[in-house]
C-alpha cells in the first residue's frame, strides 16, 4: 500500500490511479484487516472504499478465495457491484450480484466460478439452507448496514454459519448508525463476531483534512395535486382500518402515530 505522500491506493488488486489516498482509510484498513470488525462512518467518508480496500487485502492474502459483499437491498447490492467493477481489478465476470431471480442452478454455477459474490443476505441464507454452496472458501464476508444485524435477521444466520464453517474467517460490519445505547452496539458485536470496533467522525484528527465545508440549500416543493389528492384517500382509508382496531380493543388509541409493528403485534 501506497505512503501518505502519494495520491492514490495502487496495488493490491486495485486498479491503477482510481482509489485517492486517504490516510484514515489506510489505518481503518490496516485495523481491520486481521480482526473481525465494525466500522461506523459518517455519511461521505468512504465505508464502500474500506470494504473495496479490504477485500483487495483478502484476495492477495488467498488468491484462490472468494469473498461476499452483503447488502439489505437490490439497489444497494448494484452500487456496491458498480464500486467493485470500478475500483477492482479484476475480470468484471468474476464480480457477479445474486437476486431471487436468478435460477438455484444459475447461482451454483456463479458461485463456483467467481471472485466476489454480492447478494441481499435472504438469497444465501436460503442457498446454505439447501446446500447449494458452503462458506469454507470465503475468506472475507462484508455486512453493509450492519446495524441490521439484529434479531432473526439473515445477517445472524449467515454470519454464524461462517465462523462455524471457515477455517480463517474475517468479518466487516460497516454502519453509519450502529445505535445510541450500548446494549444495542453490543448486539451487534456479539452477532457479527466483531472483536474490533473502529469509529470516525468528521471531528478526528486523520479526517479534517478531507472535510470540506458544506453548502446546504433548502428548496420546499409542492406536491403535485394528484399526489395530495391519493394521500388523503390513503389517510381516510387508514382512519377506517385503525377504528376498527381500536373498537376492538387490538390496539392502543392514543398513540399519536403508529408503526408496522404495532400492527404486527396484533398477529
Same mark, same amino acid.
Given at each position: ?39 461506523? +462512518?459518517?455519511?461521505? +467518508? ?6 473495496? +480496500? ?59 466460478? @467467481? ?23 470465503? @475468506? ?81 416543493? @409542492? ?45
Amino acid at each position: 500500500m501506497q505512503t501518505e505522500s502519494l495520491k492514490f491506493f495502487n496495488g493490491l488488486n486495485i486498479k491503477q490511479d482510481t482509489v485517492i489516498y486517504r490516510h484514515y482509510q489506510d489505518n481503518i484498513v490496516n485495523s481491520c484487516k486481521n480482526k473481525n470488525s465494525l466500522v461506523v +462512518l459518517p455519511t461521505g +467518508l468512504g465505508k464502500t472504499i474500506i470494504g473495496i +480496500l479490504l477485500i483487495a487485502h483478502s484476495l492477495k492474502k488467498y488468491p484462490k478465495s472468494k469473498i461476499i459483499v452483503l447488502a439489505p437491498t437490490r439497489p444497494l447490492v448494484s452500487q456496491h457491484k458498480t464500486s467493485c467493477e470500478k475500483f477492482l481489478n479484476l475480470d468484471p465476470e468474476q464480480i457477479i450480484s445474486f437476486t431471487g431471480r436468478i435460477s438455484p442452478e444459475k447461482r451454483i454455477y456463479l458461485f463456483k466460478s @467467481s471472485k466476489v459474490i454480492i447478494s441481499t443476505p435472504q438469497v444465501i441464507q436460503n442457498d446454505l439452507l439447501r446446500g447449494r454452496y458452503d462458506l469454507r472458501q470465503i @475468506s472475507m464476508i462484508i455486512f453493509d448496514e450492519a446495524h441490521k444485524t439484529k434479531g432473526k435477521y439473515a445477517y445472524n444466520f449467515i454470519s454464524k454459519e461462517y465462523i462455524n464453517t471457515c477455517n480463517d474467517p474475517l468479518v466487516l460490519g460497516l454502519t453509519a448508525s450502529p445505535g445510541r445505547d450500548n446494549e444495542h452496539i453490543q448486539e451487534i458485536c456479539d452477532n457479527l463476531h466483531a472483536e474490533n470496533i473502529v469509529f470516525r467522525s468528521y471531528e478526528d484528527d486523520d479526517v479534517k483534512q478531507y472535510i470540506h465545508d458544506i453548502d446546504t440549500f433548502i428548496n420546499l416543493v @409542492s406536491l403535485p395535486i394528484k399526489i395530495v389528492e391519493l394521500s388523503q384517500v390513503w389517510q381516510n382509508l387508514f382512519k377506517k382500518f385503525l377504528r376498527f382496531f381500536i373498537d376492538r380493543k387490538l390496539i392502543n388509541p392514543y398513540k399519536k402515530y403508529y408503526s408496522k409493528l404495532d400492527f404486527l403485534r396484533i398477529t
